[in-house]
């Protein structure tokens, strides 16, 4: 590639081009950021309790989308995993310069980075903080949930509980926007809300366990559950299968995001799908 400016003479060039692969010469990127003041790496800061980065399934997915597009463009992406008590204004790699923008997953509403964006961060959210004014990518949450709850109610249920995939008090726009699509879906339909058959998880399989647990012991359990996220889900259908539920056919299950392993559970599991790279359109009904 020829520097803007260059003056040496085309055969010259591709002598020393010929000269580095030879000798398998790299351009060092921490010179070459010092040069350009700029490092070339987007940061993305994954906002979980400790523990339970490795078991997050919608993370790989997340990181192919990231990395499909800012690939060409010779970026590259350093993950950093943090607790979501820690504030994000003390991550090290910003205070450092490591990169040269930011991607930053929102679990609940964090003061800390609207500060962060203060301070002149380049930063997307992957979520929404509600009336912060700040980037963010996500997906219209109610829109995407209501379908699902209709889909269930197409089948003839009327009893359809819900378990989402956070408390909505402590979590982000997410879990909020779900639990609300489930809300509207009975609405539309002339069905009435019994808070009864609503359950919060902790966006884990165990959460989902016990919330289906609970809603099955009632004296009228539902005959369908949507469930606002595939991990929690695959704790509902074990739940299901130890009260000797058949599902579909005792117990209709639908979940959240169309992870990889939803198709490989038994039965498969229906799930709203979510997009995780440039070429996919708005979440659709699976």
């Known amino acids: 590639m020829r520097s803007k400016g260059a003056t040496i003479s085309e055969s010259t060039r591709q ?40 078991a997050d399934a919608f993370l790989p997915p997340l990181i ?36 040269d923008g930011l991607i930053v997953g929102v679990r609940e509403s964090d003061s800390t980075i609207v500060e962060l964006y203060g301070d002149r961060v380049p930063l997307v959210l992957w979520g929404r903080i509600a009336d912060s004014g700040l980037s963010f990518v996500d ?8 379908p699902a709850v209709e889909h269930l109610i197409e089948l003839g249920h009327r009893r359809i509980g819900c378990i989402t995939n956070a408390h909505p008090d402590l979590a982000a726009d997410e879990a909020v926007g779900r639990l609300d699509g489930y809300r509207a ?3 539309a339909n002339g069905l009435t809300l019994d808070d009864r058959l609503v359950r919060h998880g902790k966006s884990d399989e165990m959460s989902g366990f016990h919330a289906m647990q609970s809603l099955l012991d009632q004296d009228l359990s539902p005959t369908a559950v949507f469930v606002a996220s595939d991990e929690v889900a695959l704790g509902a259908l074990r739940a299901a299968r130890q009260a000797n539920l058949r599902v579909p056919s005792s117990l209709s299950i639908v979940g959240f995001d169309d992870l990889p392993m939803a198709r490989y559970v038994v039965p498969a599991l229906t799930t709203v799908h979510v997009p995780h790279g440039k070429s996919e359109r708005l979440p659709r009904r699976c």
Do not use: F, M
């Open 15 to 54: 002598r020393v081009l010929a000269a580095a692969h030879q000798l398998d010469y790299h351009i060092n990127a921490a010179g070459q950021s010092l040069s350009r003041k700029r490092t070339g790496t987007i940061g993305l800061i994954v906002r979980r309790p400790l523990g339970r980065l490795s």
């Open 64 to 99: 192919e989308g990231i990395t499909s597009l800012i690939g060409p463009d010779g970026l590259r992406l350093l993950i950093e995993p943090l607790d979501i008590e820690q504030p994000v204004r003390n991550v090290a790699l910003v205070r450092e310069g490591h990169v």
């Open 139 to 146: 997906i219209d949450n109610t829109a995407a949930a209501r």
């Open 185 to 187: 879906a009975l609405g």
